[in-house]
């Protein structure tokens, strides 16, 4: 199993910067693409930004320019840094990842979500 444990999350004033973090432990053999996807309430869960293994980015269209993703060395902690903060970026943020554990193939994890909260 694939445990995904994010950090980071909090309370920030509007155009202010956050940074987010997931760890990735367990008996892991490869971890593949990793991504952060948020849900506002009442909204559907939407991808924010996504890092290949190879370190090819993708970003939706409401986090390019102020955010950024990227991943450690040994592939396997995610940041997302978010700066430039806006009321509408207040969702529960989630940690994903496409790993696979001995004896498995390739299965999808989440982690449990962050709170991130922006307001004056």
């Known amino acids: 199993q694939v445990q995904l444990v994010e950090s980071g999350g909090g309370l920030v004033q509007p155009g202010g910067s956050l940074r987010l973090s997931c760890a990735a432990s367990?008996?892991?053999?490869?971890?593949?693409?990793m991504g952060w996807y948020r849900q506002a309430p009442g909204k559907q869960r939407e991808l924010v930004a996504a890092?290949?293994?190879?370190?090819?980015?993708n970003y939706a269209d409401s986090a390019k320019g102020r955010f950024t993703i990227s991943r450690d060395n040994a592939k396997t902690t995610v940041y997302l840094q978010m700066n430039s903060l806006k009321p509408e970026d207040t969702a529960v943020y989630y940690c994903n990842a496409d790993a696979t554990v001995p004896g498995r193939g390739v299965s999808n994890y989440w982690g449990q979500g962050t709170q991130v909260t922006v307001s004056s």
């Open positions: 367990g008996s892991i053999f490869n971890i593949y693409t």
């Open positions: 890092i290949t293994r190879g370190g090819t980015t």
